[in-house]
């Protein structure tokens, strides 16, 4: 079965630190996805990879960055948390072949106070 | 991509079919209809995706009209795990691959209520 998991389900985060959120898939997918979710305002794509040490912005990439050192391990990095990015963040990958069909992991609430 | 317009809620009773209606009539001939769905507190699960012809899985059926300006998903039996948020969704895939990548533009969505 699909796999793809999250480290943490709910963080919560002072202003100014920052924050690292983990995915990792276990299907050996090329390209994997870093969204948030807000109440509103759908899910916006902030960063993809296609594939190990690649990366390209999406949507709304101010204020975050990634890392793919591995082909399993997508990071999601907040350099200096602020309280507007408190929102649901979820991860997903897919092959490229059928990039439309992604497979999310069940998603990090993050609280930043 | 092509803008998506859904209903944003839906009933239906346990056991009868689910119809959910969607309708996209900027699609262009190389966009792609996609189907999601989020249960509670769970990540979007994909459903199915079409491009012109009807499609069938273990999930669902995508039933997309001959002009391609709307479509319809059904879930044929439907059940109380039922009940999510469907979002309907056109993009240009799944033949993307380098640097195209898997933009999926998620929208309000329907939220489908299954009843007992």
């Known amino acids: 079965d699909v796999k793809v998991t999250q480290s943490s389900r709910y963080l919560v985060k002072r202003t100014g630190e920052k924050v690292f959120l983990e995915c990792v898939q276990d299907?050996?997918?090329?390209?994997m996805f870093w969204y948030r979710q807000d109440p509103g305002l759908g899910l916006r794509l902030i960063y993809f990879?296609?594939?190990?040490?690649?990366?390209e912005k999406g949507d709304i990439p101010e204020g975050y960055s990634v890392s793919r050192e591995k082909k399993e391990r997508f990071s999601l990095i907040l350099e200096s948390a602020s309280t507007n990015q408190t929102s649901m963040y979820l991860c997903?990958?897919?092959?490229?072949?059928?990039?439309?069909?992604?497979?999310f992991g069940p998603g990090t609430r993050l609280t930043v106070t | 991509d092509a803008k998506t317009t859904q209903p944003p809620s839906m009933d239906c009773a346990e056991g009868r079919a689910a119809n959910l209606p969607c309708n996209h009539s900027t699609i262009s001939g190389n966009e792609y209809v996609y189907w999601y769905r989020q249960i509670h507190s769970q990540g979007p699960q994909y459903i199915i995706h079409g491009l012109k012809n009807n499609e069938t899985n273990e999930m669902a059926s995508l039933i997309i009209t001959e002009d391609r300006k709307s479509s319809t998903l059904i879930l044929p039996h439907a059940t109380l795990r039922d009940t999510a948020v469907y979002y309907c969704?056109?993009?240009?895939?799944?033949?993307?691959?380098?640097?195209?990548?898997?933009?999926?533009?998620f929208g309000q969505g329907t939220i489908l209520t299954v009843h007992p």
């Open positions: 997903a990958s897919s092959i490229p072949g059928l990039a439309g069909e992604q497979y």
């Open positions: 990879s296609y594939d190990v040490k690649m990366k």
């Open positions: 299907m050996d997918h090329e390209n």
């Open positions: 969704i056109v993009s240009l895939f799944p033949h993307a691959g380098g640097t195209s990548y898997g933009k999926l533009t």
